[in-house]
């Protein structure tokens, strides 16, 4: 390989705290779901508190993957009027819930930590991503928060349009596996607290 062949070599990608988290999310999504099933201490209580916040953020999820066209255009309608990440936020209340059905307190410090340290960093990136591809992202997000929702909507100052809720992207996006293990993790819960025999 002659010298001006290694001045052409591409630098290898840097590595950040974002890309190491993209990679090891789904297997420590994985060990801490195995965790709190481990330390679930589930009442007939718990679960009536916890169960509703889980399916709202269920909702917000499936109402989220309606609407999104990933890498093809900015979504700004449905949820994503209200919230800039209205998936993670979904998740945080889908872990919210489970954590209150679960009555265990380091499940809430678990999701605290998945939170900060892995899910965090992954909206800034995206936030970068979107900025550096869609020219509208700057506007986008003066209007809409970027986590927590705005009660009325100002994305009234966008550009009109976007699509309606398509149980087709939904499907596209497999956005029911979410439900799927949310039930999987209800059921699991009712048979802890039986076994338990803590109605």
């Known amino acids: 390989m002659a010298l001006s062949d290694l001045n052409q070599v591409p630098p290898a990608p840097r590595v950040t705290w974002a890309r190491v988290a993209r990679r090891i999310r789904v297997p420590l999504s994985f060990l801490f779901a195995a965790a709190y099933v481990w330390l679930a201490a589930p009442t007939a209580l718990s679960l009536a508190v916890g169960m509703p916040v889980a399916a709202l953020g269920l909702a917000l999820r499936a109402a989220a993957a309606g609407h999104i066209r990933k890498d093809r255009e900015l979504t700004t309608s449905g949820p994503y009027a209200y919230t800039r990440n209205p998936l993670y936020l979904g998740s945080l209340l889908l872990g919210l819930g489970f954590a209150m ?12 930590a998945l939170l900060l340290g892995i899910y965090w960093p992954l909206i800034i990136a995206e936030e970068r991503y979107l900025r550096a591809h869609f020219p509208g992202y700057d506007q986008y997000a003066e209007s809409v928060p970027r986590l927590l929702p705005r009660i009325v909507s100002r994305a009234s100052k966008l550009p009109a349009g976007g699509p ?18 949310a039930v999987l993790v209800c059921v699991i819960l009712v048979v802890k607290m039986i076994l338990r025999g803590r109605p």
Do not use: Q, T
């Open 101 to 112: 059905a679960a009555r265990n307190p380091w499940i809430v410090i678990g999701l605290l």
């Open 164 to 181: 309606e809720f398509s149980i087709g992207l939904y499907r596209h996006h497999r956005e029911y596996r979410a439900l799927i293990g």
